[in-house]
Structure formats: structure tokens, C-alpha cells
């Protein structure tokens, strides 16, 4: 687990296990994570291999990589680019930061437009983008590991297929293949059945994450808040097996649906999630709704939006009440 701390309530601050919840993809198909120009450090710069951190003043992550940023911008290789990008919590607004490098790119990211188009969820993220501007790395400051990548995508030719260094989120409207996981009696649930009604909301979580285990009793709220719905609730428990869980999420969450994953492969493979707490909503073909980092006000709106007041909503084709952001 990461040595990040909760700032903020609204701060959606993620678990993320490092050197293990990134992954190495051969083959990819790759595309730009970005619909519109990004502003500021990143757009400025694209044509070069960028190195940016997202982060916060204050944040222990954020402070802890600064000092590697300043070394690595004075002794980084040709045609790359280092940034750093301050972003506020949601409805904030942040000073100018404090100790900037003049070898750094430095953006304050008040609106957070960046951080929008690039899905920045956790404090911090370090970001590789290469010369197309396309997000090869998204995760912790490790900064052997740093060094590596970027050696790497600078030896690329131009012929060669993209590595991607950490898995991708499934883009809304997609639909996920019918995986099968184990539950906790070790019996194969198919993600159809799962999801066969109205839909199913998948919990990804971690009992080893202290933001996972805090999130759990606002997922007993939401199943109080959508109690006559009609759609599945289930907890994916992420890099953890059976034996380590049953005990905790029968006391814990009573009555859900567990399904387990514990090498990962599957969130990872399946959904790109890199991080937990985290959720996702499914339709009854599986069909990605919302995906966001898991926070109980955000995770009530989506569901409401998704489901409608009949449960059903959007998952059935039919649009429920606005509002997710």
C-alpha cells in the first residue's frame, strides 16, 4: 500500500500497491486519452517524452517525489520533458506551489482541465506520456522504474508495437467479455449471471487497503439507499484470496455477493483497474455505465442515474434521473 493519507473527505484517494498493480501489455492497441488539446505543460510539450507529476501541496506522495523530479529534470535524456501539475480537490482552488524547480514545467491545474482528460483519481499519479501523447504509464513515483520506462520508449522504433506499462480503464458504453471468477465457495460465477436482471455494481476492494475497509460501510449504506432495486451488488476482492477474505466480508458486508480475484488478473485484464476502492456499473449485457473511484456521494449519484428509481434506467435502455458527474 502507498504512504498517502486521506487530506480531505471529497480527496478520492486510492490503495495503490506499487510495482504490483501495473502491468506490462504487449501489443495494444493504443489511442489518445484525450478528445480535445490538452492546455498548458502537457499540450506545450507534446512531441517530446513527458514525465509529470499530479499531484498536491502538502500531500506526503506528492512531497516525497518532488525531490526525484528535480533530480531526474537536470540529468533526464534528450527529448525528454519534465512536468509537474498541482491540482485541487474538486471545488477548490489552490496558491501558486511552493519550491518549483526551474527545470521543471510547472501548470496549476485550478479548473483541473487536465486532470480531467487525463482521469487523474489518486494523490499522487506520475504520468509517462511518449511523443504522441499517449499515456504509456500512469502510477507511483518508483524511480528506477521511472528511468527504465522512459529508456525504453525512447529506444522504440517507429515500427514497433507500444508497451503499455499500466492496464487502461474500459471506456463507458463498452461491453465486458463473460469472465467467469470464483465466489467464496469456490464455485465459477459468470459475469452474465451477475449481471442477468438489471445490472450489477462491482465493488473492487481490498481488505490490506485502509480506504477499502473504510468504504465498505458506505457500500451497507448504498445497499440500504437501493434496497428495492433490482440489480446485483458485488464485492471483487482485488489480489486477495479466499482464505483471506471470507471471514472479514461475512462480517462485514453480510448478504453480498464475493467473488474473488486474487492475482489481479482479471480487474486488471478486464476493467484496467489499477487501484482500489473502485466501482463499476454494468447493465444486463454487461455493458459499462460508470466507472470512477469509489466515494459514497459520487458512487449514490451514478447509481441513481444508471438504474433509475425502478432500478432499471439506463441499464435498460431507459434514462434515469441526471446528476453523475
Same mark, same amino acid.
Not at 268 to 279: I, R, W
Given at each position: 500500500?502507498?504512504?498517502?493519507?486521506?487530506?480531505?473527505?471529497?480527496?478520492?484517494?486510492?490503495?495503490?500497491? %506499487?510495482?504490483?498493480?501495473?502491468?506490462?501489455? &504487449?501489443?495494444?492497441?493504443?489511442?489518445? %486519452?484525450?478528445?480535445?488539446?490538452?492546455? *498548458? $505543460?502537457? @499540450?506545450?510539450?507534446?512531441?517530446?517524452?513527458? +514525465?509529470?507529476?499530479?499531484?498536491?501541496?502538502?500531500?506526503?506522495?506528492?512531497?516525497? #517525489?518532488?525531490?526525484?523530479?528535480?533530480?531526474?529534470?537536470?540529468?533526464?535524456?534528450?527529448?525528454?520533458?519534465?512536468?509537474?501539475?498541482?491540482?485541487?480537490?474538486?471545488? &477548490?482552488?489552490? *496558491?501558486? @506551489?511552493?519550491?518549483?524547480?526551474?527545470?521543471?514545467?510547472?501548470?496549476?491545474?485550478?479548473?483541473?482541465?487536465?486532470?480531467?482528460?487525463? &482521469?487523474?483519481?489518486?494523490?499522487?499519479?506520475?504520468?509517462?506520456?511518449?511523443?504522441?501523447?499517449?499515456?504509456?504509464?500512469?502510477?507511483?513515483?518508483?524511480?528506477?522504474?521511472?528511468?527504465?520506462?522512459?529508456?525504453?520508449?525512447?529506444?522504440?522504433?517507429?515500427? $514497433?508495437?507500444?508497451?503499455?506499462?499500466?492496464?487502461?480503464?474500459?471506456?463507458?458504453?463498452?461491453?465486458?467479455?463473460?469472465?467467469?471468477?470464483?465466489?467464496?465457495?469456490?464455485?465459477?460465477?459468470?459475469?452474465?449471471?451477475?449481471?442477468?436482471?438489471?445490472?450489477?455494481?462491482?465493488?473492487?476492494?481490498?481488505? #490490506?487497503?485502509?480506504?477499502?475497509?473504510?468504504?465498505?460501510?458506505?457500500?451497507?449504506?448504498?445497499?440500504?439507499?437501493?434496497?428495492?432495486?433490482?440489480?446485483?451488488?458485488?464485492?471483487?476482492?482485488?489480489?486477495?484470496?479466499?482464505?483471506?477474505?471470507?471471514?472479514?466480508?461475512?462480517?462485514?458486508?453480510?448478504?453480498?455477493?464475493? +467473488?474473488?480475484?486474487?492475482?489481479?488478473?482479471?480487474?486488471?485484464?478486464?476493467?484496467? +483497474?489499477? #487501484?482500489?476502492?473502485?466501482?463499476?456499473?454494468?447493465?444486463?449485457?454487461?455493458?459499462?455505465? *460508470?466507472?470512477?473511484?469509489?466515494?459514497?456521494? +459520487? #458512487?449514490?449519484? @451514478?447509481?441513481?442515474?444508471?438504474?433509475?428509481?425502478?432500478?432499471?434506467?439506463?441499464?435498460?435502455?431507459?434514462?434515469?434521473?441526471?446528476?453523475?458527474?
Amino acid at each position: 500500500m502507498n504512504n498517502e493519507h486521506k487530506i480531505a473527505p471529497v480527496m478520492l484517494v486510492l490503495c495503490l500497491i %506499487l510495482g504490483v498493480t501495473s502491468c506490462s501489455r &504487449e501489443g495494444v492497441k493504443t489511442k489518445e %486519452l484525450v478528445a480535445a488539446p490538452v492546455p *498548458d $505543460v502537457i @499540450a506545450q510539450n507534446k512531441g517530446n517524452v513527458i +514525465v509529470a507529476l499530479f499531484g498536491i501541496p502538502g500531500c506526503p506522495g506528492t512531497d516525497q #517525489a518532488i525531490p526525484f523530479l528535480e533530480e531526474y529534470s537536470k540529468t533526464k535524456p534528450k527529448g525528454v520533458v519534465v512536468c509537474r501539475v498541482d491540482v485541487p480537490f474538486p471545488g &477548490e482552488k489552490l *496558491d501558486k @506551489a511552493r519550491n518549483i524547480s526551474p527545470n521543471i514545467n510547472y501548470a496549476l491545474d485550478n479548473d483541473r482541465a487536465i486532470a480531467g482528460r487525463l &482521469e487523474f483519481f489518486f494523490y499522487p499519479t506520475l504520468y509517462i506520456l511518449d511523443k504522441d501523447g499517449i499515456v504509456r504509464f500512469a502510477g507511483g513515483c518508483e524511480p528506477d522504474r521511472v528511468r527504465t520506462m522512459v529508456s525504453e520508449i525512447l529506444s522504440e522504433g517507429p515500427s $514497433v508495437e507500444k508497451k503499455m506499462y499500466t492496464p487502461q480503464l474500459v471506456n463507458v458504453g463498452e461491453i465486458i467479455p463473460d469472465i467467469k471468477m470464483p465466489d467464496m465457495e469456490g464455485k465459477e460465477t459468470s459475469l452474465s449471471s451477475l449481471c442477468s436482471n438489471y445490472g450489477s455494481v462491482l465493488f473492487f476492494s481490498s481488505t #490490506a487497503c485502509v480506504f477499502s475497509v473504510s468504504a465498505l460501510n458506505d457500500l451497507e449504506k448504498l445497499k440500504k439507499d437501493f434496497a428495492d432495486k433490482k440489480f446485483s451488488r458485488v464485492i471483487v476482492s482485488f489480489g486477495q484470496g479466499v482464505n483471506e477474505v471470507k471471514g472479514f466480508y461475512s462480517e462485514k458486508s453480510p448478504g453480498s455477493i464475493v +467473488v474473488i480475484d486474487a492475482d489481479k488478473s482479471v480487474s486488471t485484464k478486464y476493467f484496467g +483497474v489499477p #487501484a482500489v476502492p473502485f466501482l463499476y456499473i454494468l447493465d444486463k449485457d454487461r455493458k459499462v455505465l *460508470d466507472r470512477r473511484p469509489f466515494a459514497y456521494d +459520487v #458512487a449514490k449519484t @451514478a447509481i441513481s442515474k444508471a438504474y433509475g428509481t425502478d432500478g432499471c434506467g439506463s441499464a435498460c435502455g431507459t434514462a434515469g434521473p441526471t446528476g453523475a458527474g
